[in-house]
């Protein structure tokens, strides 16, 4: 069974400073990872693609990717309570043209 | 804007009484896919179309069933809604990226439909 794992949370964090989300993947072979973003009875926005090893930047968002380790992060500078969502870490498995979505994390930015 | 529509956003029905779902696209994506999500899960694939074919999940109930008469839309047809069909039901697109110039796995959701079963 592949499965992609992230901590439910709440992750609460100070407005400005640091969030960091986490996800686990147990598929070896998988090639592309993704974060999306979901608000409260709102359908998910991708916010982040990464196919290769180490880091990417976009904005104030940053994803990390360590294969070796199965291991796919998001980190959010300066956070903002804007910023207060589930976020979804999905992987593409396999041959197929379909995605894996964990469960989510929710993070809540404090004011 | 390309995008990905879907209609209706609320939809109330009864037990039993059968409803379809739709989803357009005008962003010219060659795989549609639908998912269930229900509070506090992880979006639930029930199938996905690559072109005209169709994918179907092992554990996707039959009353569920799907048609795809075009590239730019996508049905989602429940037979005899139950009352654990009520979710939110996302329909979602990829295909091929120029940034990349190959297929790119990126999915785009539509807004949603919610469903209540009464």
């Known amino acids: 069974q592949k499965e992609v794992e992230q901590n439910s949370g709440p992750l609460s964090v100070p407005e400005g400073a640091i969030a960091s989300l986490n996800c686990t993947y147990s598929?070896?072979?998988?090639?592309?990872f993704f974060w999306y973003r979901q608000y409260s009875g709102k359908s998910p926005e991708l916010i982040m693609s990464i196919y290769s090893n180490g880091d990417k930047e976009d904005g104030r968002f940053t994803a990390q990717l360590n294969k070796a380790s199965q291991y796919v992060s998001l980190l959010i500078r300066d956070s903002q309570p804007s910023d207060s969502a589930t976020y979804l870490c999905a992987v593409k498995v396999g041959r197929d043209d379909k995605i894996i979505f964990g469960k989510g994390t929710r993070l809540h930015i404090l004011p | 804007d390309a995008m990905v529509i879907q209609n209706p956003r609320y939809q109330v029905t009864q037990f039993g009484k059968p409803v379809t779902l739709s989803c357009s696209q005008t962003?010219?994506?060659?795989?549609m896919y639908w998912y269930q999500q229900k509070s506090s899960q992880a979006p639930k694939l029930l199938f996905h179309?690559?072109?005209?074919?169709?994918?179907n999940e092992a554990d996707t109930p039959d009353n569920f069933q799907s048609r795809r008469p075009n590239t730019s839309f996508c049905f989602l047809d429940i037979r005899s809604p139950g009352l654990g069909d009520a979710a939110m039901y996302l329909c979602?697109?990829?295909?091929?990226?120029?940034?990349?110039?190959?297929?790119?796995?990126?999915?785009?959701f539509g807004p949603g439909t919610r469903l209540t079963v009464t």
């Open positions: 179309y690559y072109d005209k074919d169709f994918n």
């Open positions: 979602a697109t990829s295909g091929h990226s120029l940034d990349r110039g190959k297929f790119a796995y990126e999915q785009y």
């Open positions: 598929d070896r072979v998988s090639q592309s």
């Open positions: 962003l010219n994506h060659n795989v």
